[in-house]
């Protein structure tokens, strides 16, 4: 079974930069073929897409984030990356990385996804 597991979360001041990454284990296909996302959970909020890298290697962003954050992933080291740059005290919440093979209901929708990690929290001061 696929696992995930992120890391690099931690405290910031807001305009500070922060990269998570997320190692998977127990792929049954090559890693290319996999999607991978970036999702968080403020306290009180639902749960939103951040970014995702499809398995064609294109990335997408939420608006939120776009032109502060940057989703790479290492199909070599099964991981996946977030650089998050200019963060903002609204950027704080509980990160996850999510897999799966396909993505049918997007790749920034968190119901595409079967495979979860068990978060890392980014908190960010003002």
């Known amino acids: 079974e696929v696992q995930l597991v992120e890391s690099g979360g931690g405290s910031v001041q807001a305009g500070g930069s922060l990269t998570l990454s997320c190692a998977a284990s127990?792929?049954?296909?090559?890693?290319?073929?996999?999607?991978m996302g970036w999702f968080r959970q403020a306290p009180g909020k639902e749960r939103e897409g951040v970014a995702a890298?499809?398995?064609?290697?294109?990335?997408r962003y939420a608006d939120a984030v776009k032109g502060r954050f940057t989703s790479s992933k290492d199909n070599a080291k099964n991981t996946l990356y977030l650089q998050m740059n200019g963060l903002k005290h609204e950027d704080t919440a509980m990160y996850y990385c999510?897999?799966?093979?396909?993505?049918?209901?997007?790749?920034?929708?968190?119901?595409?996804?079967?495979?979860w990690g068990q978060g890392t929290q980014v908190t960010v001061s003002s």
């Open positions: 127990g792929y049954t296909y090559p890693a290319s073929k996999y999607v």
């Open positions: 999510a897999a799966d093979r396909f993505a049918p209901a997007g790749i920034l929708a968190g119901d595409s996804y079967n495979f």
């Open positions: 890298v499809d398995s064609d290697g294109t990335t």
